[in-house]
């Protein structure tokens, strides 16, 4: 029988989505920078859609809905998640005009976000043509990426900003080619903080860019800027830890391969962690 799993302190990238008419933003109320889209920077286009990436603790204390399953809610509404003053994510029930994955607009439209009066809101607006993981372009009232998918910037390999099409989703099973459902869009001026689908790291592995470690997320590992605190000292976030550890009870202590895999532990016991998707997470504890 498995042991019983510890908690550990899981992340998740809040990307600001400001359309051309609104600037760029940053509505992230911790003010820290980070997350990025499939191991890509966090860097926008000035005056495009430029992103300003946060990192906060995940929770459920302040669910009223189910976003994965999209139960609780009234006809015409949505469950999406919105962010806390505490940096928290709750979820709520949202209305629109329509909804972001099941894209339920006329022929030849699509749901996506748009400016009104300088905040973003769901609307349907004329469809695009480039697909998943294409380049993009985006204006006030439209994109050209397909139904279902939302332009959003990244970094190029040449370090060079540019936009692509990545998919809105609710849960893991409406991404597709080993991506997951852990990424936060952050409209200008609207609470409603929908995900899409970015690949998970690997949190063994640290496989991210340079000056990023791969650290817990709410469905899956994701790339944030590594951290500085060393194992056996205080935290709040696992990104405050260095590369390969986590912040477990409130505390950095090294990742381990549970139970007894690679990694495993130069000292202390390797404690099985609640990390979700890696099944086989745990962490080197004192007992």
């Known amino acids: 029988m498995r042991a019983s799993s510890v908690g550990v302190a899981v992340l998740g990238a809040v990307f600001a989505l400001a359309l051309p008419v609104t600037g760029c933003g940053n509505d992230n109320p911790n003010g820290r920078d980070g997350g ?6 966090d860097a926008g286009t000035p005056g495009d859609a430029g992103v300003d990436a ?18 609780g809610c009234d006809a015409g509404e949505s469950c999406l998640l ?7 994510f709750g979820s709520a029930c949202f209305s629109g005009e329509c909804d972001l994955v099941a894209q339920n607009c006329p022929a030849g439209q699509k749901c996506t976000y748009v400016s009104d009066g300088g905040v973003s809101v769901r609307a349907c607006t004329a469809d695009g043509t480039d697909g998943e993981g294409a380049p993009c372009s985006l204006t006030a009232t439209s994109n050209t990426c397909q139904k279902g998918l939302v ?28 991506e997951a459902c852990f990424l936060t869009v952050a409209p200008n001026g609207n609470s409603e903080r929908p ?4 690949r998970p790291c690997d949190l063994f592995a640290q496989d991210c860019p340079p000056g ?16 500085t605190v060393a194992d056996g000292e205080p935290c709040t976030f696992s990104d405050e830890c260095r590369p390969g550890s986590a912040c477990v009870q409130q505390q950095c ?11 495993g532990c130069a000292s202390g016991t ?8 890696v099944s086989d997470a745990g962490a080197c504890l004192d007992m």
């Open 82 to 88: 919105y962010q806390l003053p505490s940096s928290d």
């Open 36 to 41: 990025a889209l499939d191991g890509g920077g």
């Open 54 to 71: 946060g990192l906060v603790d995940a929770g459920d204390a302040n669910d009223t809905c189910d976003v994965a399953g999209q139960m």
């Open 253 to 263: 202590a090294p990742l381990c391969a549970f139970p007894d895999g690679t990694p």
């Open 270 to 277: 390797c404690t099985p962690l609640a990390i979700p998707g």
């Open 212 to 227: 990023r470690g791969c650290y817990p997320g709410p469905t899956a590992p994701g790339c944030y800027p590594e951290g």
């Open 151 to 178: 332009c959003l910037p990244k970094t190029l390999p040449d370090g060079d900003a540019g936009t692509f099409c990545a998919r809105f989703c609710y849960s893991n099973g409406d991404c597709a080619n080993g």
């Open 195 to 198: 995900l899409v689908c970015a």
